[in-house]
């Protein structure tokens, strides 16, 4: 299968992608919703010990990652608008048989 040729269009939604700041804390995220530290690791994909470390003070605190922050917040927007989504797209973005690497 060939690879797509990106357009000026797609370009510029890489580009535009790439410059975003997009980020949550995770006490912000924490904070917002009725979430455990064990659901939060598991939407960063980090181990729990780490996401408690998030939210300690003193010498054993681990500041997350800026990809850390983005998963937040990008969850934090499903959260908020995953019924506005077509049906369509919510389906390819959480389909789960099609994710699955065989």
């Known amino acids: 299968m060939k690879p797509q040729p990106l ?8 580009h535009l992608y790439s410059y975003c700041q997009l980020g949550m804390t995770p006490q912000q995220f924490y904070a917002k ?3 455990s530290q064990e659901d939060i690791a598991s939407i ?24 850390d922050l983005r998963h937040l917040a990008l969850m934090d927007f499903l959260l908020d608008h995953f019924e506005q989504l077509p049906e369509d797209l919510r389906h390819t973005l959480c389909n789960t048989q099609s994710n699955r690497r065989t």
């Open 7 to 14: 357009t000026y269009r797609e370009q510029h939604l890489i």
């Open 33 to 35: 919703w009725n979430v």
């Open 44 to 67: 960063c994909a980090r181990s729990v010990s780490t996401v408690r470390r998030w939210f300690r003070q003193g010498r054993s605190y681990r500041r997350p990652t800026a990809i």
